[in-house]
């Protein structure tokens, strides 16, 4: 499918349109080593951010929720990427695939971990704490709740702090999915 949201160009942006830009563009998603682009070859926002200029104020909040979760989180890169990864599965999100897959390999993710999760398996993993964030997001993608043995498990791995950020990564990247599905035309049945 074909985007259903033109992009806009930055000169075309009013006020609050170009603070989300500026908000993407220039904040932590900027910094460092980029493993995706956030813009086109004309500074188009790319994927999810295209659509948050359309409410400029839910717009930013939203990417404030998303730099959070990405830069401000107890979770390791591994767990997060890993996180994210299979959300994007559950959700058949290719955007949020094929982009978190090169940050996952920033993170250490093996090409093994990284196909286990395009398929939405759980790799093998040494790791206790990563398995039980894994096993974890995999119940919330699926059932959308843990049961008590597994809320148990991620908790003593990842604490109440972490299994807090864990549920609003894998809803702001849920989020992320649904609109990239309506507004980017991204859409396949799920796996």
Known sequence: MTARLAGLLPQDLDDEQAEV???????????GPQAFPLTDGWGRLRGPFNA???SPPVGLALQEVGAAVRYGS????????????????????DFER???????????????EIAA???GGLPDLADPDERAAVRATAALTGAGALTDEEYGEAVAAMG?????ELTTLVGYYATLALQLRVFAGEHKERA
Do not use: K, N, Q
Not at 21 to 31: L, N
Not at 74 to 93: D, F, K, N, Q
Not at 98 to 112: D, K, N, P
Not at 160 to 164: A, C, M, N, S
């Open 74 to 93: 107890v979770l390791t890169g591994r767990i997060r990427e890993m996180a994210i990864l299979t959300v994007a599965a559950h959700w058949g999100s």
């Open 160 to 164: 109440e702090r972490g299994l807090f």
């Open 21 to 31: 830009y500026r908000a993407v563009t220039g904040g932590p998603r900027a910094a």
């Open 98 to 112: 094929e982009s978190h897959e090169a940050v996952g390999r920033t993170c250490g993710l093996t090409e093994e």
């Open 117 to 119: 999760l395009r398929e």
């Open 52 to 54: 948050m200029l359309l």
